[in-house]
């Protein structure tokens, strides 16, 4: 099965709302790894850690479905917009992504950094995808 054939006729909120699923899951499994071995790095035990493996599990999940939703909108939206599906698409959201990403930071050389690098992520995903 194409996956442009299944896009072309599924909504962006359906596409969206699957990407935010499954990479926060992976999200989930990722905190799931890292809040233990930060605990032991702060030398927590009991309650304390149990409370703080919890919550990282939570914000890496959360931060990366927040990722994944606006990139597969912002691509999706551009792809409707353009009527064409290419790497263009994954290349300005993974801009877009990597610019609020870094936006916290409030160094315009972390940004545009981030923006590029996210862009060249975003299109090679697409690229490899397409073939």
Request: proline share 2%; glycine share 12%.
């Amino acid at each position: 099965m194409d996956d442009d054939f299944v896009e072309a006729d599924t909504p962006c909120s359906s596409i969206a709302i699957d990407s935010i699923a499954r990479v926060a899951t992976a999200g989930a499994l990722w905190g799931s790894c890292i809040g233990p071995y930060d605990a032991n790095k702060l030398g927590l035990s009991g309650f304390p850690r149990v409370s703080f493996v919890a919550k990282s599990i939570g914000k890496t999940s959360l931060q990366c479905g927040v990722f994944a939703g606006i990139f597969t909108m912002t691509r999706c939206g551009i792809q409707n917009y353009r009527g064409r599906s290419d790497v263009i698409n994954a290349a300005a959201a993974g801009a877009v992504v990597g610019g609020l990403i870094a936006a916290g930071t409030r160094s315009k050389k972390q940004v545009v950094g981030m923006a590029a690098l996210l862009s060249i992520l975003g299109a090679a995903s697409d690229y490899s995808r397409t073939f």
